[in-house]
């Protein structure tokens, strides 16, 4: 029996196919022992490859034989966010199962690995061959969901093998990526394995019809319901009370030294009573320290504020986690960082309040940064020169700065939505 079975998967594999992974398999282990080396000398790689260890033994005790397990797999924070609303909802409509979610990067699962929104939260082993076997075998999960970007030939393979459904949400796809190159058909194969995939526009449903993938449908992005609950919830602070106390603020979010370079001398030289929030994205004690040395205005930290007249100082800097989200309910406008070398972060999350958002240059293949540049939404600078125009244009021109913000917040509302679409899906699976 056994040997008919193999009989049969060879039949029905393309000729070169097992070749093909046996080369990816090896090359996957390669990169493990790669990034172990690594480890040695880089902190961050150390928590990938350590996290890794314990995954087995984690699962081990936190999911038993009969557990009713839906598994969710994010990259990193970013991509937990955008899949939240379905894991809340999936939470909530299926009480009886376990909602296990896996992250690949350190940088989501070393902040969420506590979140109360999933019974199980660990890493995603390495995708070979063996992993996504023991993985499975351990989790056996009912339902599966990967968001965005996250396409793991070996973990899709075995599920398909399995007959378990497997969604990919909030897809964006580009001809750029792999899949609709010549040399991509290993790539494309493992997206043929997905029992669904939900998109965000009409582009990736056109680029996966050319490669006859035709189990899709266009939800748009989860992001959109993700934020629209954030402006939903209480928001307040009381800090962010006493320190803007009427003032206009401007609060910018997930900086790097190089957005920075662009914020400090509209800080240091700007006229106006504009009060500043920054949150950069590295909050280690010697950025911050160095951050703060730069700015010649009346200067606090986050963690300096207990006991502190917080309406005497002109800029706060934010050097912890998990409140920006909030601080941007306080803002006039907003500036989100990392558009002038890393890659932009989320517009979103102060475009949902219906303020100005103002980026660097680089936002190229951010969809919704796009969209909102191309509708005046999202403002763009290249200079500390033309960051210090555009701030004066509006705060000079009352009715340009709202009708900005309105852009925004139009823009969110109307694409709000995905979530419903894609839980009505699930409901016919499980």
Do not use: C
């Not at 080369?23 to 493990?32: D, G, M, P, R």
């Not at 797999?73 to 979610?101: C, D, M, W």
């Not at 206009?248 to 800080?267: C, F, K, N, R």
């Not at 969809?367 to 999202?378: F, I, Q, T």
């Amino acid at each position: 029996m056994a040997a008919n079975g193999i009989y049969i998967k060879k039949r029905i594999l393309a000729p070169n196919e097992d070749s093909v992974f046996a080369i990816y398999n090896f090359a996957v282990q390669l990169s493990a022992l790669f990034l172990k080396l690594i480890a040695l000398f880089h902190p961050k790689i150390k928590l990938f490859v350590d996290g890794r260890k314990e995954v087995v033994s984690y699962l081990q005790k936190n999911i038993s034989e009969g557990d009713s397990t839906i598994w969710i797999h994010t990259a990193s924070l970013g991509e937990f966010e955008q899949g939240l609303p379905i894991i809340e909802q999936l939470k909530e409509n299926y009480p009886q199962s376990r909602i296990l979610v896996t992250f690949f990067s350190p940088s989501g699962y070393e902040v969420k690995k506590n979140t109360a929104a999933a019974d199980v939260v660990t890493y995603l082993p390495m995708d070979t061959k063996k992993n996504a076997i023991k993985f499975l075998d351990l989790v056996n999960p009912k339902l599966v969901i990967f968001v965005k970007y996250e396409i793991w030939p070996n973990y899709l393979r075995t599920l398909s093998q399995r007959n378990i459904p497997t969604l990919l949400i909030s897809a964006l796809f580009k001809e750029n990526q792999v899949y609709f190159k010549n040399y991509g058909g290993f790539m494309r194969k493992a997206l043929h394995n997905f029992t669904h995939i939900f998109v965000q526009d009409t582009k990736s449903i056109e680029l996966l019809s050319k490669i006859n993938i035709k189990n899709t449908a266009i939800s748009g992005d989860t992001r959109f319901d993700r934020v629209i609950e954030i402006l939903e919830r209480d928001n307040n602070l009381a800090f962010m009370e006493d320190f803007k106390n009427g003032a206009q603020t401007l609060v910018a979010g997930s900086t790097w030294p190089d957005d920075e370079e662009v914020l400090v001398p509209y800080i240091n030289t700007g006229e106006s009573s504009m009060k500043f929030v920054l949150a950069p994205h590295n909050i280690k004690p010697e950025h911050i320290n160095k951050l703060k040395s730069s700015i010649n205005k009346k200067t606090i930290l986050y963690s300096e504020l207990e006991n502190k007249d917080l309406s005497s100082y002109e800029v706060l800097i934010i050097d912890t986690i998990g409140i920006l989200t909030k601080v941007y309910s306080y803002a006039e406008i907003s500036y989100v960082g990392g558009g002038f070398a890393t890659g932009l972060h989320n517009t979103l999350e102060p475009a949902v309040y219906g303020i100005p958002v103002i980026i660097g240059p680089n936002f190229k293949g951010f969809k919704e940064a796009e969209d909102l540049v191309n509708k005046g939404g999202v403002l763009v600078v290249r200079s500390p020169k033309e960051f210090f125009t555009l701030i004066n244009h509006l705060l000079k021109d009352e009715a340009y700065l709202k009708k900005t913000g309105d852009i925004n917040s139009t823009y969110v509302s109307e694409n709000k939505g995905a979530s419903i679409q894609i839980m009505t899906y699930i409901r016919t699976l499980i």
